[in-house]
């Protein structure tokens, strides 16, 4: 059974509010420097010399979706959009810029944008867990809340 299923379903719900969490901490630290370090003006000049294509609109997207998605992440709301968003962020940046042969980050590689990556793609096809925003708004619409509103209830002969 351990093989096929993994963790028990708490432990996978709160592993997966850890992993919401160091993940949006890291995105909101970037996206705050991008935002009040750099400015989006600067952030804008710094895509343009990276040769970013379109860094009057890629500046913004990617300071935005870091502070705003890594908000958002943390709380666990919206989670497949706010994931997908992150991940295309991710990904874009590391083909664009950090595609080099080095891993290390801080030869300019790619390993921190391919693990941040890798982790938003892996929320968003798991889901945020229970202990998050969309788990408390979306819950009343599983299969569970239609056996107790009678819904899967046989009809009466």
Known sequence: MYATTGLPTLARDVIALIARIGLGVILI???WQKFNEWTIAGTTESFSQMGVPVPEFAAPFATFVELIGGTLLILGAFTPIVSALIAINLLGALVIVH???QPFVSQGGWELVAALSAGALLIAAMG???FSVDRFVFRSKGPR???VSGAHAPAAA
């Open 128 to 130: 945020p867990g229970r």
């Open 29 to 31: 630290a970037h996206g």
């Open 99 to 101: 595609f080099v042969p």
């Open 145 to 147: 809340a239609r056996r």
